[in-house]
């Protein structure tokens, strides 16, 4: 059974398929990712090609399938974030993000918050006419801890409630909100070390409350 739809996503990864197509991931918020198949835009002379360039922003319309992957109908670009990959810098925290997305969730799975938070990100990068490297690594920073929010493997949203998508300049020079996203993701990391399941219910709240605390102890010894 095949039905079509129209979406706006992001393209995330491209790869070559067989001699003259491409397989293109996208993600969108109504959809999630959607793993694509765009006839022929390996041929030079293809007019979608350039509008598939990985985090590129557009608008598609697809064929969905409910046993093979969808194909893509027609494509027309929205935002193709040129200020921003014209950084090499920004360009290269993009794909990272792009990445952590692409392994951290599933297929025709839409979680809200991720598509405005991902989209946000690249437009504000997009505006910046440069960005140092301890604003770029703090940015990842604080994509990680949203996204983990997001889809759910890290249960402690109310401790960066104050943290918004925009604008990123105030959260890079707040020193106290650096210190507490540094906290949050070395806790997060002792539990995965700790246990190899998602820290929801009660146990995984136990689990990083304890995390908590070992990383506050070791912040304390250092000082």
Not at 20 to 40: N, P, Q
Not at 90 to 108: C, F, P, Q, R, V
Not at 119 to 131: A, C, R, Y
Request: charged content about 20%; aromatic content about 8%; proline content about 5%.
């Amino acid at each position: 059974m095949r039905s079509t739809t129209t979406t706006t996503a992001l393209v995330t990864q491209r790869m070559p398929l067989k001699d003259r197509d491409r397989l293109v991931t996208l993600f969108s918020e109504t959809y999630g990712k959607i793993v694509a198949i765009a006839r022929g835009t390996q041929n030079m002379n293809s007019r979608r090609a350039p509008h598939l360039d990985v985090a590129t922003l557009a608008h598609f319309e697809l064929m969905l399938y409910d046993d093979r992957p969808a194909e893509i109908v027609s494509c027309s670009p929205k935002n193709a974030y040129m200020r921003m990959k014209a950084n090499l810098p920004a360009t290269m925290t993009a794909l990272s993000m792009l990445s952590k997305l692409n392994s951290s969730t599933a297929d025709h799975m839409p979680i809200p918050g991720i598509f405005p938070l991902i989209t946000n990100i690249f437009s504000w990068l997009d505006e910046k006419e440069s960005m140092n490297k301890s604003e770029l690594n703090y940015l990842m920073m604080i994509f990680d801890v949203k996204l983990s929010t997001l889809i759910g493997i890290f249960p402690y949203d109310e401790l960066f409630t104050n943290i918004q998508e925009t604008p990123f300049k105030k959260l890079m020079t707040d020193i106290p909100e650096q210190i507490a996203l540094t906290r949050i993701l070395d806790a997060f990391s002792m539990i995965q070390q700790e246990a190899r399941v998602k820290p929801r219910g009660s146990l995984g709240q136990l689990r990083a409350r304890r995390a908590l605390y070992q990383v506050d102890q070791n912040l304390q010894s250092q000082q």
